[in-house]
Protein backbone atom coordinates (compact mmCIF):
# COMPACT_ATOMS: atom_id res chain seq x y z
CA UNK A 1 0.00 0.00 0.00
CA UNK A 2 2.90 2.17 -0.47
CA UNK A 3 1.02 3.92 -3.28
CA UNK A 4 -1.82 4.84 -1.00
CA UNK A 5 0.28 7.87 0.24
CA UNK A 6 3.64 8.06 -1.35
CA UNK A 7 6.25 8.50 1.26
CA UNK A 8 9.98 8.74 0.32
CA UNK A 9 11.19 5.52 1.37
CA UNK A 10 14.88 4.56 1.51
CA UNK A 11 13.77 0.40 0.20
CA UNK A 12 11.24 -1.64 -0.60
CA UNK A 13 8.41 -3.65 1.35
CA UNK A 14 9.71 -7.02 -0.77
CA UNK A 15 13.62 -6.04 -0.35
CA UNK A 16 12.61 -5.59 3.23
CA UNK A 17 11.02 -9.31 3.87
CA UNK A 18 13.58 -10.71 2.31
CA UNK A 19 16.39 -9.26 3.94
CA UNK A 20 15.22 -9.27 7.65
CA UNK A 21 14.98 -13.48 8.39
CA UNK A 22 18.91 -12.97 7.34
CA UNK A 23 19.16 -10.54 9.85
CA UNK A 24 17.27 -12.12 13.03
CA UNK A 25 19.44 -14.00 15.37
CA UNK A 26 16.25 -15.88 17.17
CA UNK A 27 12.88 -17.03 16.07
CA UNK A 28 11.15 -14.13 17.46
CA UNK A 29 13.98 -10.47 17.20
CA UNK A 30 12.42 -7.32 17.80
CA UNK A 31 13.15 -5.02 14.81
CA UNK A 32 13.47 -1.44 15.09
CA UNK A 33 13.32 1.56 12.74
CA UNK A 34 14.63 4.70 14.19
CA UNK A 35 13.50 6.52 10.80
CA UNK A 36 10.10 5.06 10.22
CA UNK A 37 8.69 7.12 8.02
CA UNK A 38 5.35 5.23 5.83
CA UNK A 39 6.51 2.27 7.76
CA UNK A 40 7.89 -0.07 5.28
CA UNK A 41 10.19 -1.74 8.06
CA UNK A 42 8.11 -2.03 10.66
CA UNK A 43 5.38 -3.29 7.79
CA UNK A 44 7.66 -6.27 6.41
CA UNK A 45 8.59 -7.37 10.03
CA UNK A 46 4.84 -7.50 10.89
CA UNK A 47 4.50 -9.73 7.90
CA UNK A 48 6.76 -12.15 9.20
CA UNK A 49 5.44 -12.38 12.65
CA UNK A 50 8.20 -10.28 14.78
CA UNK A 51 7.76 -7.60 17.05
CA UNK A 52 8.40 -4.68 16.08
CA UNK A 53 9.04 -0.51 16.87
CA UNK A 54 8.83 2.01 14.42
CA UNK A 55 9.88 6.18 15.43
CA UNK A 56 9.86 9.03 13.98
CA UNK A 57 9.12 12.55 14.56
CA UNK A 58 6.66 13.65 12.19
CA UNK A 59 3.23 12.66 13.02
CA UNK A 60 2.33 12.37 9.30
CA UNK A 61 4.40 9.65 8.45
CA UNK A 62 3.33 7.49 11.87
CA UNK A 63 -0.54 8.35 10.83
CA UNK A 64 0.73 6.50 7.36
CA UNK A 65 2.03 3.92 9.24
CA UNK A 66 -0.33 3.05 11.40
CA UNK A 67 -2.78 2.60 8.44
CA UNK A 68 -0.43 0.03 7.03
CA UNK A 69 -0.07 -2.13 10.20
CA UNK A 70 -2.77 -1.54 12.41
CA UNK A 71 -5.99 -0.76 9.61
CA UNK A 72 -8.07 -4.36 9.36
CA UNK A 73 -11.87 -4.84 8.01
CA UNK A 74 -13.20 -3.74 11.10
CA UNK A 75 -12.42 -0.06 10.63
CA UNK A 76 -15.69 1.18 9.89
CA UNK A 77 -16.07 4.34 6.84
CA UNK A 78 -17.05 7.44 8.03
CA UNK A 79 -19.65 9.44 6.94
CA UNK A 80 -20.08 12.82 6.29
CA UNK A 81 -20.60 14.94 9.33
CA UNK A 82 -24.38 15.82 10.25
CA UNK A 83 -23.72 18.41 12.19
CA UNK A 84 -23.66 22.01 10.95
CA UNK A 85 -19.84 23.29 9.16
CA UNK A 86 -17.44 23.60 12.52
CA UNK A 87 -16.24 27.30 13.17
CA UNK A 88 -13.31 27.51 11.83
CA UNK A 89 -10.59 30.23 13.37
CA UNK A 90 -9.53 32.89 10.54
CA UNK A 91 -5.56 31.79 11.43
CA UNK A 92 -6.61 28.27 10.79
CA UNK A 93 -3.19 26.46 9.01
CA UNK A 94 -5.68 25.11 6.25
CA UNK A 95 -6.30 28.86 4.98
CA UNK A 96 -3.53 29.20 3.34
CA UNK A 97 -4.84 26.92 0.91
CA UNK A 98 -8.95 26.70 1.04
CA UNK A 99 -11.54 29.74 1.36
CA UNK A 100 -13.18 30.26 4.95
CA UNK A 101 -16.10 28.11 3.79
CA UNK A 102 -13.96 24.55 2.93
CA UNK A 103 -12.17 24.96 5.53
CA UNK A 104 -15.29 25.16 7.63
CA UNK A 105 -16.75 21.73 6.36
CA UNK A 106 -12.86 20.68 6.63
CA UNK A 107 -12.63 21.24 10.52
CA UNK A 108 -16.41 19.57 10.74
CA UNK A 109 -14.43 16.41 9.34
CA UNK A 110 -11.83 16.40 11.57
CA UNK A 111 -13.96 17.11 14.45
CA UNK A 112 -15.93 13.81 13.41
CA UNK A 113 -12.56 12.23 13.16
CA UNK A 114 -11.41 12.88 17.17
CA UNK A 115 -14.91 11.11 17.97
CA UNK A 116 -14.01 7.89 15.53
CA UNK A 117 -11.97 4.72 17.05
CA UNK A 118 -8.44 4.32 16.32
CA UNK A 119 -8.87 2.37 13.15
CA UNK A 120 -11.65 4.56 11.54
CA UNK A 121 -9.96 7.34 12.48
CA UNK A 122 -6.97 6.69 11.41
CA UNK A 123 -8.91 6.01 7.72
CA UNK A 124 -10.23 9.05 7.63
CA UNK A 125 -7.34 11.50 8.31
CA UNK A 126 -5.18 9.31 5.14
CA UNK A 127 -8.34 10.15 3.17
CA UNK A 128 -8.36 13.88 4.02
CA UNK A 129 -4.41 14.08 3.67
CA UNK A 130 -5.00 12.29 -0.09
CA UNK A 131 -8.36 14.73 -0.86
CA UNK A 132 -6.85 17.85 0.04
CA UNK A 133 -3.09 17.26 -1.47
CA UNK A 134 -5.19 15.83 -4.94
CA UNK A 135 -7.25 19.29 -4.49
CA UNK A 136 -4.21 21.51 -3.45
CA UNK A 137 -1.90 20.09 -6.31
CA UNK A 138 -1.52 23.53 -8.39
CA UNK A 139 0.18 25.00 -5.10
CA UNK A 140 2.86 21.90 -5.93
CA UNK A 141 6.02 23.22 -7.60
CA UNK A 142 8.66 21.55 -9.79
CA UNK A 143 10.76 20.64 -6.51
CA UNK A 144 8.29 17.73 -4.99
CA UNK A 145 9.59 18.90 -0.85
CA UNK A 146 8.26 22.37 -1.64
CA UNK A 147 4.79 23.51 -0.96
CA UNK A 148 3.79 27.06 -2.17
CA UNK A 149 0.40 29.02 -0.06
CA UNK A 150 -1.98 30.69 -2.23
CA UNK A 151 -0.26 34.13 -2.96
CA UNK A 152 -3.92 36.18 -2.89
CA UNK A 153 -7.69 34.96 -2.07
CA UNK A 154 -8.46 34.58 -5.34
CA UNK A 155 -5.68 31.56 -5.79
CA UNK A 156 -7.77 29.75 -2.63
CA UNK A 157 -9.30 26.62 -3.21
CA UNK A 158 -12.87 26.49 -2.37
CA UNK A 159 -15.39 23.59 -2.57
CA UNK A 160 -18.69 22.80 -2.06
CA UNK A 161 -19.48 20.67 1.15
CA UNK A 162 -21.52 18.20 -0.67
CA UNK A 163 -18.40 17.87 -3.27
CA UNK A 164 -15.73 17.62 -0.36
CA UNK A 165 -17.85 14.87 1.46
CA UNK A 166 -18.12 12.97 -2.00
CA UNK A 167 -14.41 12.92 -2.57
CA UNK A 168 -13.47 12.08 1.21
CA UNK A 169 -16.01 8.99 1.26
CA UNK A 170 -14.88 7.75 -2.20
CA UNK A 171 -11.56 8.04 -0.94
CA UNK A 172 -12.00 6.10 2.21
CA UNK A 173 -13.69 3.17 -0.09
CA UNK A 174 -10.51 3.49 -2.45
CA UNK A 175 -8.41 2.46 0.82
CA UNK A 176 -10.91 -0.18 2.18
CA UNK A 177 -10.49 -1.84 -1.30
CA UNK A 178 -6.85 -2.46 -0.97
CA UNK A 179 -6.87 -3.84 2.33
CA UNK A 180 -6.45 -7.39 0.92
CA UNK A 181 -2.97 -6.58 0.01
CA UNK A 182 -1.94 -6.12 2.97
CA UNK A 183 -0.19 -9.17 5.38
CA UNK A 184 -2.72 -11.53 7.77
CA UNK A 185 -0.45 -11.26 10.04
CA UNK A 186 -1.50 -8.92 12.86
CA UNK A 187 1.88 -8.87 15.17
CA UNK A 188 1.86 -6.29 17.18
CA UNK A 189 3.87 -3.29 15.57
CA UNK A 190 4.51 0.09 18.21
CA UNK A 191 4.89 3.43 16.58
CA UNK A 192 6.09 6.13 18.54
CA UNK A 193 6.39 9.99 17.81
CA UNK A 194 9.69 10.91 18.97
CA UNK A 195 13.49 12.06 17.93
CA UNK A 196 15.76 9.39 16.20
CA UNK A 197 18.61 10.86 18.88
CA UNK A 198 16.30 10.51 21.99
CA UNK A 199 14.82 6.83 21.30
CA UNK A 200 12.13 6.08 24.43
CA UNK A 201 13.66 2.72 24.21
CA UNK A 202 15.12 0.41 27.08
CA UNK A 203 19.14 -0.22 26.88
CA UNK A 204 19.77 -3.36 25.10
CA UNK A 205 16.21 -4.42 23.61
CA UNK A 206 16.79 -4.31 20.01
CA UNK A 207 18.12 -7.02 17.88
CA UNK A 208 17.78 -5.90 14.37
CA UNK A 209 17.91 -2.38 13.38
CA UNK A 210 17.16 -1.91 9.35
CA UNK A 211 16.44 1.87 8.51
CA UNK A 212 17.06 4.60 6.11
CA UNK A 213 18.26 7.58 7.83
CA UNK A 214 16.99 11.27 6.23
CA UNK A 215 20.28 12.12 3.63
CA UNK A 216 21.79 15.42 3.57
CA UNK A 217 19.93 16.83 0.62
CA UNK A 218 17.94 19.32 2.35
CA UNK A 219 14.48 17.96 2.41
CA UNK A 220 12.47 19.58 4.62
CA UNK A 221 10.13 16.90 5.61
CA UNK A 222 7.68 19.64 7.25
CA UNK A 223 7.47 22.41 4.87
CA UNK A 224 7.20 18.62 2.10
CA UNK A 225 3.95 17.76 4.30
CA UNK A 226 2.56 21.48 5.54
CA UNK A 227 -0.35 20.60 3.80
CA UNK A 228 -1.12 17.21 5.78
CA UNK A 229 0.38 18.78 9.20
CA UNK A 230 -2.49 21.70 8.86
CA UNK A 231 -5.06 19.10 8.77
CA UNK A 232 -3.55 18.15 12.43
CA UNK A 233 -4.27 21.95 13.54
CA UNK A 234 -0.12 22.37 12.56
CA UNK A 235 1.22 25.42 11.57
CA UNK A 236 4.37 25.06 10.40
CA UNK A 237 4.58 28.90 10.18
CA UNK A 238 4.08 29.97 13.86
CA UNK A 239 4.95 26.52 15.42
CA UNK A 240 8.51 25.76 14.01
CA UNK A 241 9.49 23.46 16.89
CA UNK A 242 8.29 20.20 14.50
CA UNK A 243 10.49 21.44 11.72
CA UNK A 244 13.29 22.68 13.69
CA UNK A 245 13.12 19.26 15.45
CA UNK A 246 13.60 17.49 12.68
CA UNK A 247 16.83 15.78 10.54
CA UNK A 248 17.72 17.83 7.90
CA UNK A 249 15.68 20.63 8.23
CA UNK A 250 16.47 23.59 6.42
CA UNK A 251 16.19 25.72 9.48
CA UNK A 252 19.01 26.75 11.40
CA UNK A 253 18.53 26.17 15.44
CA UNK A 254 19.28 28.88 17.69
CA UNK A 255 22.99 26.83 18.71
CA UNK A 256 25.17 25.33 16.32
CA UNK A 257 28.10 23.82 17.62
CA UNK A 258 30.35 21.29 15.83
CA UNK A 259 29.86 17.78 17.76
CA UNK A 260 32.48 15.22 18.16
CA UNK A 261 33.11 13.60 15.06
CA UNK A 262 35.26 11.49 12.97
CA UNK A 263 37.67 12.60 9.91
CA UNK A 264 35.47 12.13 7.33
CA UNK A 265 32.94 14.07 8.75
CA UNK A 266 35.11 16.56 10.31
CA UNK A 267 36.33 17.22 6.51
CA UNK A 268 33.20 17.46 5.27
CA UNK A 269 32.28 21.06 7.37
CA UNK A 270 36.02 22.09 6.10
CA UNK A 271 35.15 21.48 2.66
CA UNK A 272 31.95 23.24 3.14
CA UNK A 273 33.35 25.79 5.22
CA UNK A 274 36.09 27.40 2.78
CA UNK A 275 33.79 26.96 -0.50
CA UNK A 276 33.24 29.79 -2.48
CA UNK A 277 29.91 30.08 -2.97
CA UNK A 278 27.83 32.27 -1.05
CA UNK A 279 27.01 31.30 2.44
CA UNK A 280 28.50 28.25 2.34
CA UNK A 281 31.01 29.54 5.37
CA UNK A 282 27.92 30.32 7.58
CA UNK A 283 24.64 28.91 6.66
CA UNK A 284 25.29 26.35 4.80
CA UNK A 285 28.27 24.76 7.43
CA UNK A 286 25.73 25.53 10.12
CA UNK A 287 23.47 23.46 7.96
CA UNK A 288 25.93 20.87 7.74
CA UNK A 289 26.82 20.33 11.29
CA UNK A 290 23.43 20.27 12.51
CA UNK A 291 23.38 17.38 10.05
CA UNK A 292 26.10 15.63 11.68
CA UNK A 293 25.22 16.46 15.26
CA UNK A 294 22.22 14.60 14.79
CA UNK A 295 23.40 12.06 12.80
CA UNK A 296 25.76 10.71 15.40
CA UNK A 297 23.54 11.40 18.33
CA UNK A 298 21.14 9.05 16.55
CA UNK A 299 24.03 6.59 15.59
CA UNK A 300 24.86 6.56 19.72
CA UNK A 301 21.22 5.71 20.49
CA UNK A 302 21.36 2.90 18.18
CA UNK A 303 24.44 1.85 20.24
CA UNK A 304 22.66 2.12 23.51
CA UNK A 305 19.24 0.55 22.54
CA UNK A 306 20.90 -2.45 20.52
CA UNK A 307 21.77 -6.06 21.92
CA UNK A 308 24.98 -7.40 22.42
CA UNK A 309 24.14 -9.64 19.34
CA UNK A 310 22.22 -7.26 17.29
CA UNK A 311 22.51 -6.20 13.41
CA UNK A 312 22.18 -2.98 12.10
CA UNK A 313 21.66 -2.53 8.37
CA UNK A 314 21.39 1.29 7.05
CA UNK A 315 20.52 2.32 3.44
CA UNK A 316 22.20 5.71 3.15
CA UNK A 317 22.63 7.70 -0.24
CA UNK A 318 25.83 9.75 -1.33
CA UNK A 319 24.77 13.87 -2.16
CA UNK A 320 26.81 17.00 -3.40
CA UNK A 321 26.99 20.09 -1.51
CA UNK A 322 27.98 22.35 -4.66
CA UNK A 323 30.63 20.20 -5.86
CA UNK A 324 31.81 18.65 -2.59
CA UNK A 325 30.90 14.79 -2.07
CA UNK A 326 28.91 14.27 0.51
CA UNK A 327 30.15 10.71 0.77
CA UNK A 328 27.48 9.88 3.96
CA UNK A 329 27.95 5.72 3.32
CA UNK A 330 31.42 6.17 4.27
CA UNK A 331 30.92 8.64 7.30
CA UNK A 332 28.33 6.32 8.83
CA UNK A 333 30.75 3.11 8.42
CA UNK A 334 33.17 5.73 10.28
CA UNK A 335 31.40 6.57 13.30
CA UNK A 336 30.06 3.62 13.47
CA UNK A 337 33.28 1.61 13.58
CA UNK A 338 34.29 3.94 16.51
CA UNK A 339 31.29 2.69 18.36
CA UNK A 340 32.83 -0.80 17.62
CA UNK A 341 30.82 -2.07 14.77
CA UNK A 342 32.25 -3.91 11.90
CA UNK A 343 30.49 -2.82 8.16
CA UNK A 344 30.33 -4.66 5.44
CA UNK A 345 28.83 -2.00 2.61
CA UNK A 346 26.99 -3.00 -0.82
CA UNK A 347 27.26 -0.04 -3.32
CA UNK A 348 24.28 0.38 -5.82
CA UNK A 349 25.19 3.72 -8.33
CA UNK A 350 22.55 5.94 -8.47
CA UNK A 351 21.24 7.06 -11.86
CA UNK A 352 18.59 9.76 -10.79
CA UNK A 353 18.54 11.84 -7.75
CA UNK A 354 17.20 15.13 -6.27
CA UNK A 355 19.92 17.17 -7.58
CA UNK A 356 18.37 17.12 -10.86
CA UNK A 357 15.35 18.97 -9.76
CA UNK A 358 17.34 22.00 -8.68
CA UNK A 359 18.56 23.87 -11.66
CA UNK A 360 21.64 26.01 -10.30
CA UNK A 361 22.78 22.92 -8.38
CA UNK A 362 23.59 21.82 -11.98
CA UNK A 363 26.32 24.32 -12.75
CA UNK A 364 28.85 22.60 -10.06
CA UNK A 365 30.64 19.53 -11.94
CA UNK A 366 29.33 16.43 -9.81
CA UNK A 367 30.60 12.61 -10.04
CA UNK A 368 28.17 9.67 -9.66
CA UNK A 369 26.14 9.08 -6.51
CA UNK A 370 25.97 5.78 -5.22
CA UNK A 371 23.51 3.90 -2.44
CA UNK A 372 24.86 1.82 -0.36
CA UNK A 373 23.51 -1.10 1.94
CA UNK A 374 25.81 -0.82 5.08
CA UNK A 375 25.66 -3.56 7.27
CA UNK A 376 26.94 -3.30 10.73
CA UNK A 377 27.63 -6.13 13.53
CA UNK A 378 28.72 -5.78 17.04
CA UNK A 379 32.82 -6.44 16.61
CA UNK A 380 33.46 -9.28 19.69
CA UNK A 381 35.56 -7.01 21.74
CA UNK A 382 32.74 -4.39 22.12
Given at each position: ??D??P?Y????F ?14 Q ?7 N ?16 I?V ?21 I ?14 D?L?A ?7 E ?28 K ?8 S????V ?28 M ?6 P????R ?12 I?D ?22 A ?88 V ?10 V??A ?17 R???D?T ?15 V ?8 R?K??
Amino acid sequence: MADIFPYYAGFSFDWACGLLPSLAVSAQPRVLDPWNGSGTTTLAAQALGYKSIGVDLNPIANVVARLRTQIDAQAKIILPPARSPAKARADDPLSAWFTHRTVERLRSWTEELLLASRPSATLGYVALFRVIKSLTSNFQGSNPTWVRRAASPEDLVDVAAEELDSLIVADQKHIMSRLGTLPNNKERVALLTASSSALPIRDGSVDVILTSPPYLTRIDYAVAYARELAVLGVDIRVDRSLRAGLMGTTLIRSSVEQGKYGPLATDLVDRIKSHSSKASSGYYRKQAIQYLNDLVGSLDEIQRVAASRATAVLVVQDSYYKDVHVRLAEICEEEMAARGWACTPRRFRVDRTLTSVNTAARAYTKGDVYETVLTFTRSKDD
